[in-house]
Nanobody, 114 residues
């Protein structure tokens, strides 16, 4: 199982970014995919989940600003982040659970300046 995340960068407050996570080694269309993040000095926290049928769930800080989506033909999950705030600064990780075991991507850094 491999998860390759990309799309992070340095942006100003109010701007947008789209993160991408390409998966390999799994039956992507049958997999639940998630995004997490870890801010400096903080524990990793859940951001959003997309089910194999496309249903989505978000944590409170992501609701209304972030959108998780998937393209099963490309084995890819996205996280569109709008109206970014400095407190969104973190390393963002994609995750999947396969046969009860969690797999993480390497993370992509998002830095939001004020």
């Amino acid at each position: 199982v491999q998860l390759q995340a990309s799309g992070g960068g340095l942006v100003q407050a109010g701007e947008s970014l789209r993160l991408t996570c390409v998966a390999s080694g799994i039956n992507f269309g049958a997999s639940v995919m998630e995004w997490y993040r870890r801010a400096p000095g903080e524990v990793r926290e859940w951001v959003a989940t997309i089910g194999k049928g496309g249903g989505t769930m978000y944590t409170d800080f992501a609701e209304g600003r972030f959108t998780i989506s998937r393209d099963n033909a490309k084995n890819t999950v996205y996280l569109e982040m709008n109206s970014l705030k400095p407190k969104d600064t973190a390393v963002y990780y994609c995750k999947t659970i396969q046969s009860g075991e969690g797999y993480w991507g390497q993370g992509t850094q998002v830095t939001v300046s004020s």
